[in-house]
Every structure is written in C-alpha cells, then in structure tokens.
C-alpha cells in the first residue's frame, strides 16, 4: 500500500479528500496532513510519502512553491495539484515544474479515481524497478547486509526460488544486464509482484516474489510454470524457500543453490523444497563404484583403450539406471579423468583443457546417456592426440615429458621404479635417456632438480624454515635435505639463503 500526505488549509477539502482515498482508493492510505506549506514541508521530510496532494493556495508557503522544494529534495516523491479555476495558470505553472497531474476543485470522484489509478499503476512500476535493481545489486556484490532504504522498501516477507536448466554452471559469471524474456514467464497479474533476477549463468534464474500478496501456493505453481517455459528441451531442477525476508536473502539463495547441486539428476525434473527435501536423493553414491570403476582403472593402467570404452558406456547406462545425481557423477568422472592423466604425465598439460571440457559436458548434458556420449567423445579424443613419443624412448620429446612430470611432482616419490612404471620403460633405458639428454644419471638429475626447486622458495621466501622447504621438494628429513645441499651447493642452506639476503640488500 502507497503513503498519500494531505495538504490544504480548508479542512471541508482535507475531509472529502480523506474520504475519497479511504473509500474509492484501496491502494492508498493517509500518513500526514498539514494546513500550510511550511509544516507540509518539514512532515513530508520526515514522513516520505510516496504521493503528496496540495492545494495551491495556503499560507507562509503556497502550493508551488511546496512542490518545487519537494521536488528539489525528494524527487522521488509524486506530487498532485488540487486548485480551483481560478488558479488555472497556476496549476499550469506547477505542471511544468514536475507535478504528477492537477484537479480541478471540486474534485469529481471519476476524475480523482482514475489518476489515482494512473499513480498507483506508476508507483507499482517504479517500486517493482527499485525493487530489482537492489536485489540484483546484492547478489552482485555477495553482501549481506541491507541499507535502511532497502529494507522499507522491500516487501516485509519474500518468497523465492533458484530454477536451473540443465547441470551444473561451468563457469561463474554473474550478469550487469537484467533478464529481459520475450516470452511470457509472467501474467499481468503477477509482473508487479514478481522479480526475475539471472543466477550463476544464462541457464539459471533466481525468482523473488512479495510474500505479502502471492500466495505460497500460487508462487508454487508459478514456479512450475516458469520451469515448464524455461527449460525448453532439456530438464529443470527448482528450489524454493517460501516466507524469507530481505536480511537472510543471500544466505536463501546460496541455500537453494546448494541444494540444487547436491540433488540435480540429469533428465529428471524436479521441485524441491527448502523445508521438505526428500532425503533420498541426498548424497547418493552408486552401487557400481566399487567394481565397474576398478576395472575402468585397471584398463587404464593396461593401455586396453577400446576395452576401458566399453566399460564406460556400461557405467553410465547402470547410472541412468540408478538416477545418480550429477553431483556423484562429476566427482566420479573427475576421477577417472585424473587416473587417465597419471597414466600419461606426458599429456598433463592437457589438465585445464580436460576440467574445462567435463564442466562444459556436465552443465550441457541432457540425460546420462547425452553426458556418457560426450564424455566418451572427448576421451576418445584425448586418446588420438598422445604423441607418439612414447614408442620413441630416446626421443628428447619423451625425455621432456618425464622432466615435466618431475618438476609438478617434486614434492612426490620419485624412485626410478615408480617413474620407469608410469612411463612404461625399463630401467636401463631410462638410465640411457637421462645420460643422453643431461649427461647425468636419473637420480642426479633429480636431485638438483630438488635442489634447484628448494633455491626457488628461498628466493621468494627467505625466512621459511628449513623443516618446511624440504618436503616442499621431497625430503621428509630436513637434516638430510641439508646435507645433499651442501653436498650440491658447497654450502649449507642456511648460508646459501642469508647470502641471498645480503645481495639483495
């Protein structure tokens, strides 16, 4: 309901205006009356109405000049003129300085009802902008506190829900642009109370609608409608928190997206309520772990390819089958794709591109079959682009790619059997490798890589303690870390770093 403060000096004009806005305008109610332009200026000032109505003739300050100082303060409070003919130029005058709208004295009901309609339609609009542009601010700024404006503007009780289309959001990239649909997610009825907000992505959105007006059931089956439209050909997943308030509106939403993630089943629509989730779909972990992915492991490690493809496809036909929520999935296929990687350190480069590819495949993918599809395809791929190096073992291509693996595992075992088992070679050739590119045994060429890492943290940290560097680059032993220091540098680490200090100083 919009606030309307009165102002007029004859009180037969403050009593039938009264009357009209109590019994013909349901959408207004009186906060304030004044005699003079004066004290309506101050009480305007403290009251912030949304509409004032003023003669314009009034003693110590006329009409006019009320409005133009209202104006000049609280421009966004709207203004009406009530004059009799008389004051006609006047009521022109006020006009061009930003009034709403004038009536002529007396005032006829129809006359005063339809712009009170007009105003009321006007008010609704700009509320329901504000409105966005404050809810939009918060979920851009992630803060959760609330000025005072926004909390008297904001409806007393909220009810809202996250819809998502499809799985999870690759990427998060909260719009500056507001949703702009062309097609109908909203009725009339329901636009001036409701508030479509875009989500994490362009495939999910965030509804808020005024608690006070919209029923809870209602903005249920509104939700429903608006998942229907919105998810297209694919499959939707809604949450909703009925009865909230502006102040806990952050933590709602980062409780619905929760809750989404953790219950979203691809190709399956859902509606879930904050209060009431069904605790079947919480956490479920597949039946077939334990087995089928061993051996997806186990034909990785072997190099039988095709074999581990088939294994894959039935994987996901048994998880259809289960309904797994796409949150096991995604960890379960991360992993596979991490055993894949170990298997070939020297495709490790191929790490981002791989995460990148699943999030894409896992937020796109419209049922388990259509991720199991596109997941395989990009396998598949990755397997065409291994290098042929590894049937050359004396390549320098080969002998790089175990030094990569060496430099973004320095902090790992690296015992020659462990590095000739994840590259599929023999000692000796590895031994004749190493001698080849670096014109030093495996285990020297380790050991000042260690070395050279452990100079690289000194550098940036000098003041880290010695027990902290050395498992940094594989010594669990900081005394004998120290030792193979010395034994390279010709000097103790300690030395070597207070040395470093006194050149850069």
């Not at 403290?46 to 003739?57: A, N, T």
């Not at 209602?218 to 919105?230: A, V």
């Not at 087995?291 to 390819?305: P, W």
């Not at 794709?337 to 591109?353: A, Q, T």
Request: glycine share 4%; proline share 4%.
């Amino acid at each position: 309901m919009y606030t309307v403060f009165l102002a007029d000096d004859e009180p037969s004009a403050l009593s039938y205006l009264r009357t009209l806005i109590s019994q013909k305008c349901s959408g207004f109610s009186i906060i304030g009356e004044a005699d003079n332009g004066k004290d309506a200026l101050q009480m305007v000032g403290e009251l912030k109405p949304d509409l004032l109505i003023s003669d314009i003739r009034m003693p110590i300050m006329d009409g006019i000049e009320l409005i133009g100082e209202v104006k000049k303060h609280y421009p966004e409070i709207q203004s009406v003129i009530v004059s009799g003919y008389q004051d006609f130029q006047y009521a022109q005058k006020a006009l061009q300085s930003g009034v709403s709208d004038y009536l002529l004295k007396p005032v006829k009901i129809s006359d005063f009802t339809e712009l009170m309609d007009k105003i009321n339609q006007e008010l609704g609009e700009r509320r329901h902008k504000n409105i966005r542009q404050m809810l939009n601010d918060l979920l851009l700024s992630e803060e959760t506190g609330t000025g005072n404006h926004a909390e008297q503007i904001m409806p007393r009780k909220l009810h809202i829900s996250v819809i998502r289309k499809n799985g999870f959001p690759a990427h998060i990239n909260p719009s500056l642009e507001f949703l702009n649909y062309s097609l109908p997610l909203l009725d009339e009825e329901d636009r001036l109370y409701t508030w479509l907000l875009r989500g994490r992505d362009e495939n999910e959105l965030i509804i808020v609608s005024d608690g006070c007006i919209v029923t809870t059931i209602h903005f249920k089956e509104l939700i429903n409608n608006i998942s229907r439209q919105f998810k297209g050909d694919g499959y939707s997943t809604n949450a909703i928190k009925t009865e909230c308030n502006i102040k806990n509106f952050l933590p709602v939403v980062s409780k619905l997206y929760k809750l989404i993630g953790e219950n979203t089943i691809p190709g399956s629509d859902q509606s879930l309520d904050a209060e009431a989730v069904n605790p079947q779909y919480r956490n479920r972990e597949s039946h077939v772990n334990s087995s089928l992915l061993i051996q997806i492991e186990t034909l990785i490690n072997r190099e039988m390819f095709e074999n581990t493809l088939k294994e894959l496809e039935e994987l996901f036909s048994l998880w259809e089958k289960e309904k797994l929520p796409l949150i096991n999935m995604e960890i379960e296929l991360t992993r596979i794709s991490h055993i894949i990687l170990r298997k070939y350190p020297e495709m490790d480069r191929k790490n981002i591109e791989l995460t990148e590819k699943l999030a894409t495949i896992l937020k796109t993918g419209r049922s388990h079959s259509e991720i199991g599809t596109a997941y395989i395809t990009m396998i598949k791929e990755f397997h065409n682009s291994l290098p042929e190096v590894r049937g050359k073992i004396d390549s320098i291509d080969f002998f790089h790619s175990i030094d990569r693996y060496l430099d973004s595992h320095i902090a790992e075992d690296l015992s020659l059997c462990l590095i000739c088992s994840i590259f599929g070679i023999s000692q000796s050739s590895l031994s004749k490798l190493f001698r080849k590119y670096s014109n030093r045994t495996y285990t020297e060429y380790l050991t000042e890589t260690r070395i050279n890492k452990s100079i690289a943290i000194m550098g940036n940290s000098h003041r880290m303690p010695l027990k902290e560097i050395a498992p940094m680059v594989g010594y669990n032993d900081p005394l004998y870390f120290s030792k193979v220091f010395k034994a390279v540098k010709k000097m103790s680490p300690r030395s070597y770093m207070e040395n470093q200090m006194q050149e850069n100083t």
